[in-house]
DNA sequence: TTGAAAGCGCTAACAT
DNA sequence: ATGTTAGCGCTTTCAA
């Protein structure tokens, strides 16, 4: 027995191999690997053994080019960059610097795992990256795109727009294109910061916004305003920050200088709140007795900051999950329709206020 | 001109499509658009013209098919879970905190880009993920994989090497594997931590290791106790971490109850330094003048850290860069050669030590 | 230097 | 219920 049935030639074994072991045609086969009915139950057991016998895995590139689906999805990071190498070399460190894209994977592959699909990551900083994204696409090496875009002016989900490539981001975009989306209701996270604040008892509230050419910059303020007007504080103090540690830092710098006596801050990410604690710590002031701070997001940094914040909870890995089930849903139905699906937050309380 | 001369039916436009608006065969298309030389410069010309004109893209699974090369590589993080399913919530997030991964990534990518390749993100925590990824290649619809390895006995590389398939990974196996990797040299870094501490004037000095399963633990503290002894310092305190930031704190809380007066701290990692850093500073012990501390990997987090980090930079970037490389080369040459490289650490002094 | 033609391995009509 | 057959879009001998 030196010889084995498993192959004709040199290469892996084929449809082809199988039906010959098997005993059937490579159509059968084909029915059964596929899990289509009407195949004899005597045969699809044949098949099987077949299968394991000639150790077969059927071939995705031939598979792709007839049913014309990739089963993979492209998730790209997208900035707003030129093509300084700088820039390039950064990037995905920045990007991985915040846990955001970490959650972000973890969705995704989540959903796309139990259907056999998979993510080929992209990151999308300079124009030929960008290039390569739409490229990657027209090719149909990924059926479709989830995109997370880090920057406000962001030209990748307009080009993919125009090239009626089917994809889905996370978060609305600061410029209207008709791409379908997910998104959170920021204002009402931001509403639950400012009760919680007000309800601990701060009487001189102010807040470190994000960037506000971004929407969840402006909404989380927006929200937090509107929030604090209609519970009688009219007037918020705000500085604008950079959604990074430092410039919370820098934040907090100003708005002690600014506003000396504040008992209440609302940072519009965790990264920022902790900026904000640093420094609070570092001037001896007292969290949350003397200022109580909150956070937003509840990244997994916020439960092991010190103190532990407060914070408005965003479900990044249920969002990313139904990024991914809008994109897939999209691509099999064919249908352009755009749609957005708003998750709401949530506040959990820790230590910080 | 109602009708566009670039597509035959609905699809997306062909060889065969820009071969006809050429006026060319579909041999001499594919030859243009793969820079194949041996053709006339104005046909050349002349088939350009005709890609611009209908916007082809090559159809990356007919490639695929027939060249038996998919272009991508799996980039798998894999550990050696079992398959309950609070394992594979928690994976990618646990992955994603430490931001080594990210830098791994950005070196990936950094290689492949240019090159036009891409990495198809894959988590192997459990049983069934690593088959799927195992079937994954197997199927071509990757051409090999990029495996960073996060627990002692992890199976993946045991299995890939069964398999045959082509495979580079992060780190030394615990187990001997007929795989190539890139790595560092440990032992030459625990080094140039001892020799800093010592040179600073500490005298007693301890350290946090990191799992004494995994070959990096092992080598860090082995060469750290070696380069301690052979400076006439033949015992070296010892605590066991887990490379994370609690498990920091913990082996900082015993090693300041088992040796109070210890003046020198070198931990396995950076997470593990700054939680020595942190219990530190709540104890009130001045750092580095009190107790010097050295980290390892220079991690973006030891810059940002309080205090800044002195740590053992693993130039990780490039490391993954060079397994993407390795992986390349076996790939296109087919020789199933096991290698490995090994980088050289430096140290990089900031404020702890 | 260019073209004709044979397949890569698979799915999906269509025929039986 | 199963088999036959025609491609999917591309690369690559082999001829010319």
């Known amino acids: 027995m030196t010889r084995e049935p498993r192959m004709t030639g040199g290469g892996a074994p084929t449809l082809e191999d199988v039906a010959r072991v098997a005993g059937v045609s490579r159509a059968t086969v084909s029915r059964v690997v596929n899990g289509i009915r009407n195949v004899d ?3 699809q057991e044949a098949v099987r053994q077949a299968v394991a016998e000639t150790g077969y895995s059927p071939n995705r590139a031939a598979r792709t080019l007839v049913t014309r689906r990739a089963e993979t999805l492209a998730l790209v990071v997208s ?4 093509d300084s190498p700088a820039e390039q070399a950064a990037f995905a460190s920045r990007v991985f610097a915040d846990p955001f894209f970490g959650r972000v994977t973890s969705g995704v592959i989540g959903y796309l795992r139990p259907r056999s699909m998979h993510p080929v990551l992209m990151f999308a900083e300079t124009p030929d990256a960008r290039d390569q994204v739409v490229d990657y696409l027209r090719q149909g090496s990924a059926d479709g795109a989830l995109v997370v875009s880090t920057h406000a002016r962001d030209p990748l989900p307009g080009m993919l727009a125009d090239e009626g490539l089917p994809a889905v981001l996370f978060a609305r975009p600061a410029q209207p294109v008709p791409i379908s989306y997910v998104d959170l ?6 509403r639950l910061a400012a009760e ?3 309800a601990r008892g701060c009487r001189r509230v102010a807040t470190v916004s994000g960037p506000l050419d971004i929407p969840a910059g402006q909404d989380r303020l927006a929200g937090f305003r509107d929030a604090m007007a209609r519970r009688g504080h009219p007037y918020v103090p705000v500085v604008e920050g950079g959604f990074t540690l430092e410039s919370g830092e820098e934040a907090a710098l100003r ?6 006596d504040v008992d209440g801050v609302f940072a519009a990410n965790d990264l920022m709140a902790r900026g904000v604690c640093r420094v ?8 949350p007795d003397e200022v109580a701070v909150v956070g937003f997001d ?18 990044v890995e249920d969002m990313a999950a139904e990024m991914a089930r809008l994109l897939h849903v999209r691509i099999e139905t064919q249908e352009p329709e755009v749609r957005s699906v708003i998750f709401e937050p949530e506040l959990v309380v820790r230590e910080s206020a």
Chains 1, 2 share one sequence.
């Open 298 to 315: 509840d990244s997994p940094a916020a439960q092991s900051a010190e103190p532990a914040l407060t914070t408005v909870r965003q479900p």
């Open 196 to 198: 919680h604040l007000l």
């Open 280 to 287: 609070l710590r570092e001037r001896g002031i007292d969290i």
């Open 41 to 43: 139950p005597a045969i």
């Open 185 to 190: 209701a920021h204002q009402d996270g931001a």
């Open 79 to 82: 900035g707003a960059g030129d």
């Open 255 to 260: 708005l002690l200088a600014e506003e000396p």
